[in-house]
């Protein structure tokens, strides 16, 4: 685990392996693990694969809410398992029910994540941005105090999450970016559903790269 941040909240991370199911395919993905919180409470920011290894970097702290930052398999699989062990209350936003039934249907989350909406853990507010494009519902998590922004897999290191499959949309995406990311400040560190952290400042110049790509790519 590794503790980062200035006040007494600190984000905690752990990786875990699993497999990624839409369209009829599957994956092996590793999925990070993000623990925002204190010594005695947190919040955690999705589910993946393997709730003793969340449980892990939980440790022993109260946990107030299992925030989703979409629906999608990789994200959502253990978060029953989660709930169960923690009772904390698992946060959607509604928008990914499509992709939340093909995992878990005929159950549901607790509780609903909108757009500028604030939850506070350790000290610290952590406001909710809705970001579709990766998922019709996908939502990133700043947390301004700390400096940092969960992003799920709505950016990476290198341009936005991946658009080609169902209920996903480049375009979507791109001003999801643009409108919700982009206008955070430089220095804000990004950490991601999968892979490395970034920061927006290094995505914002790189923003007419993926525009060209995708450019190129769609003349192909």
């Not at 946060?91 to 249907?105: E, S």
């Amino acid at each position: 685990m590794t503790p980062s941040g200035t006040s007494r909240a600190r984000i905690d991370h752990g990786v875990t392996t699993g497999i990624f199911e839409l369209d009829g395919g599957t994956w092996e993905v590793d999925n990070n693990v993000w623990v925002l919180g204190d010594d005695h409470e947190c919040v955690v920011f999705d589910a993946p694969h393997d709730a003793d290894a969340i449980m892990q970097v939980v440790g022993d702290r109260t946990v107030r809410a299992i925030l989703l930052t979409h629906a999608h398999s990789d994200h959502v699989d253990a978060v029953f398992e989660l709930k169960e062990r923690t009772g904390a209350p698992i946060y959607l936003n509604p928008d990914d029910r499509v992709l939340w039934d093909l995992r878990h249907q005929g159950r549901s989350w607790d509780e609903d994540l909108a757009d500028g909406q604030t939850i506070e853990v350790a000290g610290v507010q952590v406001r909710v941005l809705h970001t579709p494009g990766h998922a019709p519902g996908a939502c990133c998590f700043s947390v301004p105090e700390l400096g940092v922004v969960f992003t799920g897999d709505t950016l990476f290191e290198g341009g936005p999450g991946a658009t080609g499959r169902s209920y996903s949309s480049f375009e979507t995406i791109v001003d999801s970016i643009t409108r919700a990311l982009l206008p955070l400040s430089d220095d804000t560190v990004v950490h991601t559903g999968h892979g490395g952290d970034t920061t927006i400042g290094a995505e914002r110049a790189d923003r007419q790269r993926w525009l060209d790509e995708h450019e190129a790519s769609a003349d192909d």
